[in-house]
């Protein structure tokens, strides 16, 4: 199993701020996931990106892929308080996913 | 889209009995099914793979004995928690995947042993 570092573990912002969410690895993937998981659910896919230096848009969500498709990142700008969640990257090698560590999100009102 | 019902969402049952979670693909084949156990506040870590018809691929440190997984068609996986004890209890999580479809997530159940 490919390991993947997530940070911050913990992010708790005022509403409006933006952040910023990072999965690092030392391994290539074919392609990176992030999802988002709410509490006593399954974990819910946000999108999913294949090329190195990919940026996808997501309304005020904003993904990067890095060149050499070892890393992304998650960008929210303007955070909500239904932004809150636990926000996980998954790589994707050999038809199967590995997760980060998760990183959990709260936007106070 | 692709949906993926997962039952019971949550069960209660005694030390050293048995349980069973289904995990149905509702509108796909799912030609993969993988099974995955999460802790409160920490990530989903795998269990195993199984393929339609055929044996689960388990992660190391996973006892197969422990939790039996069968995938008898390409619509149903089931996962059964045998002689279940406190230790056990957890958020158990299923995905498919088949077809154009990626990795579809059911609800989870939560399985609480006492």
């Known amino acids: 199993t490919q390991l993947l570092e997530q940070s911050p573990q913990f992010l708790s912002i005022q509403e409006g701020e933006n952040l910023t969410v990072y999965c690092n690895s030392s391994?290539?993937?074919?392609?990176l996931q992030w999802y988002r998981q709410e509490p006593g659910e399954g974990p819910v896919l946000l999108v999913t990106?294949?090329?190195?230096?990919e940026v996808k848009k997501l309304k005020r969500l904003t993904f990067q892929f890095g060149d050499a498709r070892k890393d992304s990142s998650l960008h929210i700008t303007a955070a909500q308080p239904g932004d809150t969640g636990l926000y996980l990257c998954?790589?994707?090698?050999?038809?199967?996913?590995?997760f980060g560590a998760g990183t959990t999100v709260t936007v106070r009102a | 889209g692709a949906v993926v019902s997962q039952h019971p969402s949550w069960v209660i049952c005694k030390s050293g009995t048995s349980v069973k979670i289904e995990c149905r693909s509702l509108?796909?084949?799912?030609?993969?099914m993988f099974w995955y156990r999460q802790f409160p506040k920490q990530s989903l870590m795998l269990m195993a793979t199984?393929?339609?018809?055929?044996?689960?691929?388990?992660e190391q440190g996973v006892e197969k004995d422990k939790f039996l997984i069968n995938h008898a068609s390409l619509t149903l996986s089931t996962l059964t928690v045998t002689s279940a004890h406190p230790e056990d209890s957890s958020f158990y999580i299923c995905?498919?995947?088949?077809?154009?479809?990626?990795?579809?997530f059911g609800s989870g159940t939560r399985l609480t042993v006492v």
């Open positions: 509108d796909f084949q799912a030609t993969t």
């Open positions: 998954a790589g994707e090698e050999d038809y199967k996913l590995s």
């Open positions: 199984s393929n339609e018809g055929s044996k689960a691929t388990y």
């Open positions: 391994s290539v993937f074919s392609s």
């Open positions: 990106v294949v090329t190195g230096g």
């Open positions: 995905s498919a995947s088949g077809g154009t479809y990626g990795y579809t």
